[in-house]
Nanobody, 121 residues
Framework: VQLQASGGGLVQAGGSLRLSCAAS????????MGWFRQAPGKEREFVAA????????IYADSVKGRFTISRDNAKNMVYLQMNSLKPEDTAVYYC???????????????WGQGTQVTVSS
């Protein structure tokens, strides 16, 4: 499956952004979809993931209550709505597809290119 993330940009602290990830190739609906991010000089970290139906979701503690992951299997899309953004949310955000609803990156076998999110203070 091929993944294409978009929607990043520059936003002030407290603002919102919605990231999108378009999937093509194999059956999208069969995959767990996740979002990860990587800030300069830091390890890639988990942000959020949802089950194939979208009914099961997990979030990193740092984004709980602010970010929401969702998916539209009919459109082969997954979204990350990010509200109340903070400067520490600045990173390159990646979408990924895998077989397990987990926060570690190993089970995600497919990765898209990143989209830059910059939050100014």
């Amino acid at each position: 499956v091929q993944l294409q993330a978009s929607g990043g940009g520059l936003v002030q602290a407290g603002g919102s952004l919605r990231l999108s990830c378009a999937a093509s190739g194999r059956t999208f609906s069969g995959y767990v979809m996740g979002w990860f991010r990587q800030a300069p000089g830091k390890e890639r970290e988990f942000v959020a993931a949802c089950s194939w139906s979208g009914g099961g979701t997990i979030y990193a503690d740092s984004v709980k209550g602010r970010f929401t992951i969702s998916r539209d299997n009919a459109k082969n899309m997954v979204y990350l709505q990010m509200n109340s953004l903070k400067p520490e949310d600045t990173a390159v955000y990646y979408c990924a597809a895998g077989g397990l609803l987990v926060s570690r990156p190993g089970p995600y076998g497919y990765w898209g290119q990143g989209t830059q999110v910059t939050v100014s203070s």
